[in-house]
């Protein structure tokens, strides 16, 4: 794409569409798994995950579009295009993509599957002594669980879940009430499992399953006796995953979300799958029944929902088809068991690097502090945190022991909701003061607070994070951690409670940004002076890894900063708006996506600053949601060692790995980072430096 250096940076070609861009990340996902180099296990789960991603993709951005399409909204985004434009576009890419995961599966992972001696066995497939094992699980185990729809005037089209696997049957024949029903609708609870483990004894050795689709297939004409089942086909039905909370009519915030949980269950359609064989008759009767239109209709060429086959890795025990095992390591300050926490923390700020080093440090910090009769006070956001983890024992515990405890839980954290909700209740009943934040704004900052009394005088500790405080996530998404008990950043943190927990105005920190306050602005001042000293002929530079790049006024301000002669390196995970390498605007700027073993999920803001370098951790990315519409927070790392810490960990081996990196180019399009010579993976270099990698 060639473009004239005096284009103004508003126009629209400048601009990549978001939701372009999010597919343009599933298909790296899904390239992950087409990489002959991973283990065969890794690239099945790799698979699984471009499946899963694709589902909420349809649930949130595609619902949107269509939202936005059905109420004749014509606005558009800095790219110019409108939902009915951005809809025709994902139709074109996902069509592609999904042809790609089933040939992939089909053609590439089941056959190599099969030699490795794991195999999901076809109806065809089945021995004598399969079938017969396999008639008497679906007797006990399944028919009791099932429950057929038979559809005429008494029963009507039922109202399905979203992403449940269904089965529509065409019948023939009359029932025992002379009713003659053309279709019939079966569908599977989450419950059951959708792969399931055959005997050994039946099987031999090696791993076989058979699918749960298959089973049901097998014996669907148990569920109509005395009726000819002529057609069986599976189907799933995608819904929009969006709560409609009416802020301004909200007394009571979690019994509205606990409401709404109820219906988004059976919101709005947005896709319908089913299977490659199902006769265009059936088709059309389901997208009726769904007020759907072609264009939402994807047939597959296999089960409708590859992320079940994720099963199939925990099943399967063979560490030479999965990634070495790796062990989390721990800083070298906190090796000392005479130590507590509160000892190593004041002795200088701590950072930790996660999943390469272990999450446990901030678990041990909550329960000491649970202990501590000299600890009066803990606080601490929740975004996702699962209801029986350690930290919220801790928080328990301390309650327990009379200290004020503060929890600020963000109910509507997308698909945790029901999960926030269970934990609040348990928190609250354990004396638990329980905020949920402010209306309107996602409470998306990870931060802990403890107040410990020393002597005559008060002490703040704190933890500051890039990610949530998830004890499973925390081995499997990489983010920074920071220990300190700096007072300058434990006033910043005990303001930002004070805000979240109160009313008033917006108070300034000293040493950290904010948002929706300080933190948008903070940023493009920042950016704004890189290139300032980049027309004075200083030396200006800007780094940053984030997992997005959307907020426009940002984009035009790193457009300036490229045209001023400023060199910016961007890794950014996900979905990147920005166009870079367009001559006499973007030239200076590159950006790559990295993808790995773990999830890349921290946020580095790295600004040169004329030699006197600023470096930021941030629980945000350049996003308009986060910058403007959620309550966020930024933390400078102002440890001379650390800050190089920072830099080497989390900047300068992803600006060198390639691995498994992709480069953006000006057209939007990623083209993979190839190497001939010496192979260099950032993570596989954390992971031999921070922990223990057994190969």
């Known amino acids: 794409m060639s473009q004239q250096p005096t284009i103004e940076l508003d126009h629209s070609d400048l601009y990549l569409n978001r939701d372009m861009s999010m597919l343009q990340f599933n298909r790296r996902v899904f390239e992950m798994a087409a990489d002959s180099a991973l283990p065969l296990l890794e690239r099945l789960k790799f698979l699984c ?13 595609v619902a949107a579009q269509k939202h936005r399409l059905a109420m004749g909204s014509l606005s558009t985004a800095a790219d110019g295009l409108t939902a009915g434009e951005i809809l025709s576009q994902v139709r074109g890419r996902v069509d592609a993509l999904v042809a790609d995961q089933y040939t992939l599966l089909n053609e590439s992972l089941l056959p190599a599957l099969e030699e490795e001696n794991i195999r999901i066995l076809r109806r065809a497939d089945w021995s004598e002594a399969q079938t017969v094992w396999i008639r008497r699980f679906f007797r006990r185990e ?80 148990d569920f109509f006796p005395g009726m000819e089942a002529k057609a069986c086909h599976q189907f799933r039905i995608t819904r929009n995953s969006g709560l409609l909370v009416d802020e301004e009519e909200l007394v009571d915030l979690k019994q509205a979300v606990a409401g709404e949980l109820l219906e988004r269950r059976f919101s709005k359609e947005v896709r319908l799958e089913v299977s490659q064989r199902c006769p265009q008759e059936l088709v ?27 099963a199939i890795y925990d099943e399967v025990d063979r560490p030479d088809l999965k990634y070495p095992v790796f062990e989390a390591g721990v800083p070298a300050q906190l090796r000392d068991e005479e130590f507590t926490m ?15 080093q272990s999450f446990a440090p901030v678990v ?57 909700i ?14 949920y934040g402010v209306v309107g704004y996602k409470t998306h900052c990870k931060m802990l607070m403890v107040v410990r009394r020393e002597g005559r005088k008060l002490r703040r500790y704190v933890h500051l994070g890039t990610g949530n405080y998830h004890t499973v996530t925390s081995r499997f998404y990489t983010d920074f ?10 006033e910043d943190v005990h303001k930002l409670f004070q805000q979240l927990t109160g009313l008033g105005k917006a108070m300034r920190l000293k040493a950290m940004l904010s948002a929706p306050f300080t933190l948008h602005k903070g940023v493009i001042e920042r950016i704004n002076r890189e290139a300032e000293t980049a027309r004075s002929g200083g030396e200006a530079r800007i780094r940053a890894k984030i997992n997005g790049l959307e907020e426009p006024e940002v984009i035009r301000a790193l457009y300036r900063a490229s045209q001023a002669g400023v060199k910016i390196d961007l890794v950014v995970r996900g979905i990147c708006c920005l166009r870079p390498g367009i001559t006499g605007i973007s030239e200076n700027i590159r950006v790559r996506s990295v993808l790995g073993r773990f999830l890349e999920h921290t946020r580095i803001y790295y600004f040169h600053n004329g030699g006197d370098s600023e470096v930021f951790c941030a629980s945000a990315d350049w996003m308009s949601r986060n910058l403007l519409r959620r309550v966020e927070t930024c933390f400078p790392v102002r440890d001379p060692a650390l800050k190089k810490e920072v830099i ?26 190839q190497s001939r010579t010496q192979i260099k993976n950032a993570q596989v270099m954390l992971m031999q430096k921070l922990g223990t990698l057994k190969e």
Request: glycine fraction near 6%; hydrophobic fraction near 45%.
């Open 49 to 61: 995950i471009s499946s899963t991603n694709m589902d909420e993709f349809f649930e949130v951005r």
């Open 142 to 221: 399944l028919l009791p669980l099932l429950t057929p729809i038979g559809l005429d005037p008494a029963h009507p089209f039922p109202r399905l879940l979203s992403k449940i696997l269904n089965f529509v049957v065409s019948l023939e024949g009359k029932d025992a009430f002379g009713r003659e029903a053309h279709y019939a609708i079966v569908q599977a609870p989450r419950s059951l499992p959708r792969v399931i483990r055959l005997p050994e004894e039946i099987a031999g050795a090696g791993d076989h399953f058979v699918l749960l689709s298959s089973i049901i297939h097998a014996h669907v004409g």
């Open 284 to 310: 059309e009767f389901l997208l009726e029944q769904f007020s759907l239109a072609h264009q939402d209709l994807y047939r597959v060429d296999g089960l409708v929902n590859l992320y079940r086959l994720a």
């Open 342 to 356: 509160f000892d190593v923390i004041q002795q200088g700020d701590l950072l930790l690097h996660h999943p390469f």
């Open 364 to 420: 041990e910090l909550l329960n000491q502090a649970a202990a501590d009769p000299n600890v009066l006070v803990i606080k601490q956001t929740m975004y996702r945190v699962v209801p029986d983890s350690p930290l919220v024992d801790a928080l328990v515990r301390a309650a327990r022991a009379n200290k004020e405890v503060v929890a600020v839980i963000e109910l509507m954290a997308r698909f945790n909701e029901e999960e926030n």
């Open 422 to 435: 269970a934990l609040a209740n348990k928190l609250s009943a354990a004396g638990v003061q329980v905020v």
């Open 481 to 490: 951690g920071l220990l300190s008990c700096h007072p300058e950043l434990g």
């Open 648 to 673: 080497a960990q989390g900047l300068t081996p992803y600006l060198s790995d390639n691995a498994a990196t992709w480069q953006l180019k000006s057209d939007g399009s990623y083209q993979r980072v």
